[in-house]
């Protein structure tokens, strides 16, 4: 034992001796080397003397009465990685900064909740947001301005006018900053709509009607550039498009799924989604590779698997999660955040894409006899050329055409192509790569744990289900306290940051998704604690929303409520459907009446801007249709269960056990020496049926 002691001691002060030499080898180093996020240890370096966020930081700016200037990015951001290079490693700039400015430096994806205010405030200012996001605050944190990326001289001329109009005309500036504090509490106010009627089907179709004037039916996706996966919005489409019997509507969403899948954002030498495309065919990505990406993608393409049987999306789903498993997951279960968008060039250069582009010359040279082929099916040539001699791999044509072409079957086709990926895969393997945000994310692992379940709940591979259950107990075990409250963050063994509203309404989400596939129990009761929990800590009592972060939290400049589904669907939307399916489960809680309040204070939105609120829409099909519950008792209920969840039936939620249990739905109905199948709706039920496909016929 003592052997160990000192061993460990040695180690201790091994690594401890290691860091204090690598910050002396550096000739600056700030406040964020004490931090744990990539993205803010990226500039730790920088000469600029950096702060993370923390109370204290925000209690010295106003004892000295100092501008903030607060900076904001993530680690995958191209533009955060020019401008840190152009201005923050630069000690003329440095030295502006630290004369007349505290500098706080956020990681967006460990704080959204910092994020979302300040971007609120750049779009009222100027219009438009992104990253990075750049802030001038009173040292009380309101805005008074802001910018996303800035070349140097712009920079500098911008802060020294700032720092002078602070000390000559203070008023004048703490004025603009309490009417744009107002504007920003104005803008996130959600009325109690307690009279208003729910949101009709015929509404509906109408909301949707309008929203097909924006859709690129060759292309896929939205008429403009560039063009965001929006998973959601597939998603939310899928389901309209089969529970109303729209023919046009699935031939959207087809091209859509097709279009991306054939498209540069696909990885199609090592799976997985970048981002977003710069243009209209999805040909050029934003190359950083993001957990929530790929987490959202691959449930929906299991699902749209499952309804068009095309085996490209079954494709894209096994290729994806091949690439979160090699790539994003840690030896603990958790998932890490993200690839960066830039690498190193053969000349040693950071380079956006560089790990990911090829030479019409590498490819000829690698692939020898096959490169005819290669170069018809991933357009070597005009259409697939990127810039500067690089080509980024895209599809414009099915197997069955090119295998027609060069007259072979498509099963010889794919065997070729696949053997020509796995050679440029061994030879991209050799290249510098991207640089990967090892911080794990309660949130996304969240959607990552649904994509999983999804996964193995259509396309039926029990990997997909073991890597599911390895997640959903890293999350249980390291991400869950004994009350039920979240944490956020997660990095070299230290959970960190109270969580907030998405991390709760992507757990409940996921478990409640799992316990659908394995009956067990544990993963129900996890979910409805969490859900309880979320309930009392973060719920305006006023309009029955849900604010973004926990009443335990320290208030900033407001308590904000999300609404709008984007890239990742609302964590008020993800709620409200949550609060609805978990009614199903437990109808004497009235989980069911907020859902149904919460759809209402947000519906007057939705004929304007559909595509905005269309996570909230499925809950607008499933108040307006049939919802089925479906319990499953008996000996065989697991198999039984596994043949129901196979089918795509979104507007319904499954239990199941050997015999009569707790929940309402497995009481008194367990018939000895049967499996028998209930499908019910709002606790009453049609008479049991012993096959999963008599079952499927009732609904």
Same mark, same amino acid.
């Given at each position: 034992?003592?052997?160990?002691?000192?061993?460990?001691?040695?180690?201790?002060?091994?690594?401890?001796?290691?860091?204090?030499?690598?910050?002396?080898?550096?000739?600056?180093?700030?406040?964020?080397?004490?931090?744990?996020?990539?993205?803010?240890?990226?500039?730790?370096?920088?000469?600029?003397?950096?702060?993370?966020?923390?109370?204290?930081?925000?209690?010295?700016?106003?004892?000295?009465?100092?501008?903030?200037?607060?900076?904001?990015?993530?680690?995958?951001?191209?533009?955060?990685?020019?401008?840190?290079?152009?201005?923050?490693?630069?000690?003329?700039?440095?030295?502006?900064?630290?004369? +007349?400015?505290?500098?706080?430096?956020?990681?967006?994806?460990?704080?959204? @909740?910092?994020?979302?205010?300040?971007?609120?405030?750049?779009?009222?200012?100027?219009?438009?947001?992104?990253?990075?996001?750049?802030?001038?605050?009173?040292? @009380?944190?309101?805005?008074?301005?802001?910018? &996303?990326?800035?070349?140097?001289?712009?920079?500098?001329?911008?802060?020294?006018?700032?720092?002078?109009?602070?000390?000559?005309?203070?008023?004048?500036?703490?004025?603009?900053?309490?009417?744009?504090?107002?504007?920003?509490?104005?803008?996130?106010?959600?009325?109690?709509?307690?009279?208003?009627?729910?949101?009709?089907?015929?509404?509906?179709?109408?909301?949707?009607?309008?929203?097909?004037?924006?859709?690129?039916?060759?292309?896929?996706?939205?008429?403009?550039?560039?063009?965001?996966?929006?998973?959601?919005?597939?998603?939310?489409?899928?389901?309209?498009?089969?529970?109303?019997?729209?023919?046009?509507?699935?031939?959207?969403?087809?091209?859509?799924?097709?279009?991306?899948?054939?498209?540069?954002?696909?990885?199609?030498?090592?799976?997985?989604?970048?981002?977003?495309?710069?243009?209209?065919?999805?040909?050029?990505?934003?190359?950083?590779?993001?957990?929530?990406?790929?987490?959202?993608?691959?449930?929906?393409?299991?699902?749209?698997?499952?309804?068009?049987?095309?085996?490209?999306?079954?494709?894209?789903?096994?290729?994806?999660?091949?690439?979160?498993?090699?790539?994003?997951?840690?030896?603990?279960?958790?998932?890490?955040?993200?690839?960066?968008?830039?690498?190193? @060039?053969?000349?040693?250069?950071?380079?956006?894409?560089?790990?990911?582009?090829?030479?019409?010359?590498?490819?000829?040279?690698?692939?020898?006899?096959?490169?005819?082929?290669?170069?018809?099916?991933?357009?070597?040539?005009?259409?697939?050329?990127?810039?500067?001699?690089?080509?980024?791999?895209?599809?414009?044509?099915?197997?069955?055409?090119?295998?027609?072409?060069?007259?072979?079957?498509?099963?010889?086709?794919?065997?070729?192509?696949?053997?020509?990926?796995?050679?440029?895969?061994?030879?991209?393997?050799?290249?510098?790569?991207?640089?990967?945000?090892?911080?794990?994310?309660?949130?996304?692992?969240?959607?990552?744990?649904?994509?999983?379940?999804?996964?193995?709940?259509?396309?039926?591979?029990?990997?997909?289900?073991?890597?599911?259950?390895? +997640?959903?107990?890293?999350?249980?075990?390291?991400?869950?306290?004994?009350?039920?409250?979240?944490?956020?963050?997660?990095?070299?063994?230290?959970?960190?940051?109270?969580?907030?509203?998405?991390?709760?309404?992507?757990?409940?989400?996921?478990?409640?998704?799992?316990?659908?596939?394995?009956?067990?129990?544990?993963?129900?009761?996890?979910?409805?604690?969490?859900?309880?929990?979320?309930?009392?800590?973060?719920?305006?009592?006023?309009?029955?929303?849900?604010?973004?972060?926990?009443?335990?939290?320290?208030?900033?400049?407001?308590?904000?409520?999300?609404?709008?589904?984007?890239?990742?669907?609302?964590?008020?939307?993800?709620?409200?459907?949550?609060?609805?399916?978990?009614?199903?489960?437990?109808?004497?809680?009235?989980?069911?009446?907020?859902?149904?309040?919460?759809?209402?204070?947000?519906?007057?939105?939705?004929?304007?801007?559909?595509?905005?609120?269309? +996570?909230?829409?499925?809950?607008?099909?499933?108040?307006?249709? +049939?919802?089925?519950?479906?319990?499953?008792?008996?000996?065989?209920?697991?198999?039984?269960?596994?043949?129901?969840?196979?089918?795509?039936?979104?507007?319904?939620?499954?239990?199941?056990?050997?015999?009569?249990?707790?929940?309402?739905?497995?009481?008194?109905?367990?018939?000895?020496?049967? &499996?028998?199948?209930?499908?019910?709706?709002?606790?009453?039920?049609?008479?049991?049926?012993?096959?999963?496909?008599?079952?499927?016929?009732?609904?």
């Amino acid at each position: 034992m003592k052997k160990v002691l000192f061993f460990i001691l040695v180690l201790t002060a091994a690594l401890s001796c290691k860091q204090k030499s690598d910050e002396v080898s550096q000739k600056h180093t700030n406040a964020l080397i004490h931090e744990t996020s990539p993205y803010l240890l990226q500039h730790a370096h920088n000469p600029v003397n950096w702060e993370a966020w923390h109370p204290e930081v925000l209690e010295r700016a106003k004892k000295e009465d100092k501008l903030l200037l607060i900076s904001i990015g993530y680690a995958a951001c191209h533009w955060c990685h020019v401008m840190e290079k152009e201005c923050f490693e630069d000690e003329q700039v440095a030295q502006l900064m630290n004369d +007349n400015f505290i500098n706080i430096k956020i990681d967006r994806e460990e704080r959204p @909740d910092v994020d979302q205010i300040y971007m609120d405030a750049i779009q009222m200012i100027s219009g438009q947001g992104g990253w990075p996001l750049n802030i001038v605050a009173l040292p @009380d944190g309101r805005p008074f301005w802001g910018a &996303t990326y800035v070349p140097k001289d712009n920079w500098i001329k911008s802060l020294e006018q700032l720092a002078e109009l602070y000390k000559k005309d203070k008023p004048r500036v703490t004025k603009y900053a309490s009417d744009l504090a107002n504007g920003l509490h104005a803008i996130n106010l959600v009325e109690n709509e307690k009279d208003s009627e729910l949101y009709s089907l015929e509404q509906l179709d109408a909301a949707v009607h309008n929203w097909t004037q924006y859709f690129d039916t060759f292309l896929g996706g939205h008429k403009r550039a560039p063009k965001f996966m929006m998973p959601n919005n597939w998603d939310f489409l899928l389901h309209y498009a089969t529970a109303t019997n729209k023919p046009d509507i699935m031939e959207f969403v087809d091209t859509t799924l097709t279009r991306i899948a054939y498209g540069g954002v696909y990885d199609h030498v090592g799976g997985g989604f970048s981002r977003y495309a710069v243009d209209v065919k999805w040909h050029v990505p934003h190359f950083e590779k993001m957990l929530y990406d790929n987490g959202q993608l691959t449930s929906l393409y299991a699902k749209a698997y499952t309804v068009t049987k095309n085996d490209l999306y079954k494709d894209v789903v096994n290729e994806t999660v091949a690439f979160v498993k090699e790539e994003l997951l840690d030896q603990s279960g958790g998932f890490y955040s993200s690839l960066d968008a830039d690498s190193l @060039d053969e000349n040693g250069k950071l380079e956006e894409g560089a790990y990911y582009v090829w030479t019409k010359e590498e490819l000829a040279q690698l692939l020898g006899n096959d490169y005819e082929m290669f170069q018809e099916y991933f357009n070597i040539n005009s259409y697939g050329h990127w810039e500067d001699g690089n080509y980024v791999l895209i599809r414009d044509k099915s197997d069955e055409d090119i295998a027609e072409k060069f007259q072979i079957t498509v099963p010889e086709l794919k065997s070729k192509i696949n053997t020509d990926l796995t050679l440029l895969k061994k030879e991209r393997n050799k290249r510098p790569r991207p640089r990967l945000d090892d911080k794990i994310l309660t949130s996304w692992n969240g959607l990552m744990l649904k994509g999983l379940v999804d996964a193995y709940r259509y396309l039926g591979q029990e990997a997909y289900l073991d890597l599911a259950l390895k +997640n959903a107990a890293f999350i249980q075990r390291e991400m869950i306290r004994e009350d039920y409250s979240l944490y956020r963050n997660h990095k070299e063994g230290k959970s960190t940051i109270n969580a907030f509203l998405d991390d709760y309404a992507t757990v409940i989400d996921a478990y409640l998704s799992l316990y659908e596939v394995t009956f067990d129990e544990k993963w129900l009761n996890l979910s409805k604690h969490l859900l309880d929990y979320a309930i009392k800590h973060f719920q305006d009592k006023e309009s029955g929303m849900f604010f973004y972060t926990s009443d335990k939290d320290r208030s900033l400049i407001r308590r904000t409520i999300e609404i709008d589904d984007n890239v990742i669907s609302s964590s008020n939307s993800m709620m409200a459907i949550n609060l609805f399916k978990m009614h199903k489960i437990y109808p004497d809680k009235t989980y069911g009446d907020v859902s149904k309040q919460m759809l209402k204070n947000v519906q007057k939105d939705f004929d304007k801007r559909a595509q905005g609120f269309s +996570n909230w829409l499925h809950l607008a099909l499933f108040q307006n249709q +049939n919802f089925y519950e479906i319990a499953v008792l008996g000996e065989n209920f697991k198999s039984m269960g596994q043949e129901l969840a196979k089918a795509y039936v979104p507007n319904s939620i499954l239990v199941g056990a050997a015999k009569d249990g707790d929940l309402e739905l497995l009481k008194n109905r367990t018939v000895p020496g049967k &499996t028998l199948t209930y499908v019910c709706i709002e606790g009453a039920c049609k008479l049991p049926v012993t096959s999963a496909e008599k079952a499927l016929e009732q609904l």
